[in-house]
């Protein structure tokens, strides 16, 4: 099993502020994923991030991925309310549908 | 697109009772994933199909579970008996292979 650690687990901003979540693991993936995932809901996918340094932006939200594949951050840029939910990220493996979550972490934006 | 539909929502328990858990992938899907997620475990890859078959069912737990996708349109997960530590919210995901799962709604189990 290769295991994938974020920190913080848990994290409560109030609106405006900005975040960083942190995944990071021992082991080189091929590709990294960050889901978020609402109340009720399954994880929804955000981005797959494939290159060593690779930048994503998805509108307030910033996707990096480390240099030697081993670790990712999300950067969120003066967070909403709904930003609220729980981010998972998801390394992908050797092989095909090899892919381990991270602990995640349960994100709550306070208007 | 329905999405993946799982059934029921909820399913409440007695321990040492079966359980049977559904899913219907997305149509076009080939690979079909089942999931538990708990707070103390976090998301847990249980067996996982392609093209109807079972390729990897490491992380099915015991022999108290056990899965089948009898077609491309169906799956399920049976737990027999149930114990309370199966109390979990259990997902269901399809995919194209090597393309990014789709999650369903889950099904939360409670086992008391």
């Known amino acids: 099993t290769q295991l994938l650690e974020q920190s913080p687990q848990f994290l409560s901003i109030q609106e405006g502020e900005n975040l960083t979540v942190y995944c990071n693991s021992s082991?080189?993936?091929?590709?990294l994923q960050w889901y978020r995932q609402e109340p009720g809901e399954g994880p929804v996918l955000l981005v797959t991030?494939?290159?060593?340094?690779e930048v994503k932006k998805l509108k307030r939200l910033t996707f990096q991925f480390g240099d030697a594949r081993k670790d990712s951050s999300l950067h969120i840029t003066a967070a909403q309310p709904g930003d609220t939910g729980l981010y998972l990220c998801?390394?992908?493996?050797?092989?095909?549908?090899?892919?381990?979550f991270g602990t995640g972490t349960r994100l709550t934006v306070i208007p | 697109d329905a999405g993946v539909i799982q059934s029921p929502r909820h399913e409440v328990t007695e321990m040492g009772q079966e359980v049977t858990l559904r899913c219907k992938p997305i149509?076009?899907?080939?690979?079909l994933f089942w999931y538990r997620q708990t707070m103390m475990r976090g998301l847990e890859l249980l067996i996982y199909?392609?093209?109807?078959?079972?390729?990897?069912d490491s992380g099915m737990p015991e022999d108290r579970f056990s899965a089948k996708m009898p077609n491309a349109s169906f799956s399920t997960l049976k737990i027999q008996p149930s114990e309370p530590r199966d109390s979990a919210v259990y997902f269901c995901?399809?995919?194209?292979?090597?393309?990014?799962?789709?999650f369903g709604n889950g099904t939360r189990l409670t086992v008391t």
């Open positions: 199909f392609n093209n109807n078959v079972p390729i990897d």
């Open positions: 149509s076009g899907h080939n690979s």
């Open positions: 991030v494939v290159t060593g340094g």
């Open positions: 995901a399809s995919s194209l292979t090597n393309s990014p799962l789709h």
């Open positions: 082991s080189v993936f091929s590709s």
């Open positions: 998801a390394g992908e493996g050797a092989g095909a549908n090899n892919l381990f």
